[in-house]
């Protein structure tokens, strides 16, 4: 059974709306990583230049780019993220301990940011959430609608995925990364919210709320 905005790379890309942001999420690259688009009328904003850069800037069009935000230094998060700043000239973001990292590895420098950030460009606002554990500097970016009546979007890179957090090389990095992830994001949204990982399908808040001791219990 398929979840939520389910794609894959051998898919067509998905669309859904954030108020007046109309959003795509591709999967790109052998490891189905997932980019998103997000186009409010003007240039869009990228989220994680993973993988493919023909098929995104084939998405990103003729309207231009305005930023490319990377969700953490991880190579299959960053495959396309220099010929895409190369061709569209696009500012590029990251969370702040990982800039050097991704600088390291793709030659662009990326403007660094943290918890209570945000990102405005292309007529879009994200609130940015350091989420530390995955990598030291992996960043979840919150979009609302701006209308009550519809959900919070969270795009969460490899932090959170549908039944549990991102890999993590120790328990102490687990339990950073699961104490992150209680306090700034299951504390603070409500169960309508949509989280949209860095793989695979998208799920809710809701749907994940319940399985938050489970995690801990296991240690993963």
């Not at 869009?44 to 993973?50: F, K, R, S």
């Not at 990982?98 to 940011?113: C, F, H, K, L, Y």
Request: charged share 20%; net charge negative; aromatic share 6%.
């Amino acid at each position: 059974m398929t979840g939520l905005f389910h794609t894959s790379a051998h898919d067509s890309p998905v669309r859904f709306d954030a108020g007046n942001v109309s959003c795509t999420k591709v999967s790109v690259g052998p490891m189905d990583n997932n980019a998103y688009l997000l186009d409010a009328g003007g240039p869009v904003v990228l989220i994680d230049a993973a993988d493919d850069a023909p098929r995104l800037l084939e998405l990103i069009g003729d309207g231009g780019l305005a930023a490319v935000i990377t969700t953490h230094r991880h190579h299959d998060h960053v495959g396309a993220l220099a010929e895409v700043v190369r061709t569209t000239g696009a500012q590029a973001w990251t969370g702040a301990p990982d800039v050097e990292a991704i600088e390291q590895q793709t030659g662009v420098r990326s403007i660094p940011v943290w918890t209570g950030d945000l990102i405005e460009a292309g007529g879009i606002r994200l609130e940015v959430i350091g989420l530390v554990g995955h990598t030291p500097g992996s960043i979840a970016l919150v979009l609302r609608s701006g209308r009550a009546d519809e959900p919070v979007n969270i795009f969460t890179g490899d932090s959170l995925f549908p039944g549990g957090v991102g890999a993590t090389g120790s328990a102490q990095q687990f339990n950073s990364l699961l104490a992150d992830v209680s306090t700034k994001i299951f504390d603070r949204f409500d169960d309508e919210t949509i989280i949209h990982p860095g793989h695979g399908d998208s799920t809710t808040i809701g749907v994940e709320r319940p399985q938050l001791a489970q995690w801990r219990a296991r240690g993963w």
